[in-house]
């Protein structure tokens, strides 16, 4: 099942900055092959939605491994059976 | 990895009441075995990562099945290696 | 104008525990006088909308006073002109 | 207090698509005079959050006179006090 994604991360326990964990989840979403676009308030995200939750699980485990305490994560998933879903459909 | 979320599903051109796939989505992440707690504004969960977002998609293509024509879900996904993540612990 | 809301804030910046700040969120929301019920993955409200969001604003200006850096809030508001928005009204 | 945001509205009980409130929604929210960037999955803002909220309520006040008869908000909020928050800062 195709979907649209918002990802946005939030690492807590590493401090008032969290631009590196930031910068290494967006490079784990974009790794996944998905179209991954940065925006100030997350990730917006195209694909299958099986890819799309396997890459957002990627970045919990690697932002664990790599010393972040504690992870937040806030996702919108939009689906849909009238049209094939894309991030470009959404803008107007 | 274990999680503690938040799932909140909104069917999009069903009408003003979604009162029926509300009750629909909550049925089907209970028969996920998840611990789940319905409140007025979503599903709260503890389980497996995996789990969580299997039962999720499990949502979307039940809704769909159904009828649904589109679907925006909003999650919250919890993780923390401080300490085991669980509902209980997140009231104080 | 009447509304359902949920409002859950995620303090950046001090530490690994939010214990503390979001036991202080939950008490600065029921002293707004809102229908105010706390739930794992944040409080939700219902009263006017002009009410909520005072409320939320108070929240940021006392966590930031009592030395919470940084503040990362999620927030749903529901509103509808078919019948009384109400916390009751969207459990089943 | 400053802030950085993140709003999407969506409405309930007007169809499938949902394009025309999107953009009334945005219109409005430009119209308020904050810095208002739109992508897939909402519309980032950067504003006083007093004049943020005022926002968000005259969209829900506007939305509901032209016709929708329900509206579920989701809003992301951001605060600090160690430097002045701004959505250029929120990107690497």
Request: proline share 3%; hydrophobic share 45%; glycine share 8%.
């Amino acid at each position: 099942m195709k979907a649209t994604a918002e990802v946005q991360v939030i690492p807590i326990g590493v401090g008032v900055s969290v631009r590196d964990q930031v910068r290494r989840a967006h490079a784990v979403l974009l790794e996944a092959g998905l179209n991954a676009q940065l925006h100030a308030n997350g990730t917006n995200l195209e694909g299958e939605l099986e890819d799309v939750f396997a890459a957002i699980r990627r970045v919990h485990e690697t932002l664990h491994a790599e010393g972040a305490p504690r992870l937040a994560t806030f996702i919108k998933i939009g689906t849909r059976t009238d049209k094939e879903p894309s991030l470009a459909g959404k803008l107007f």
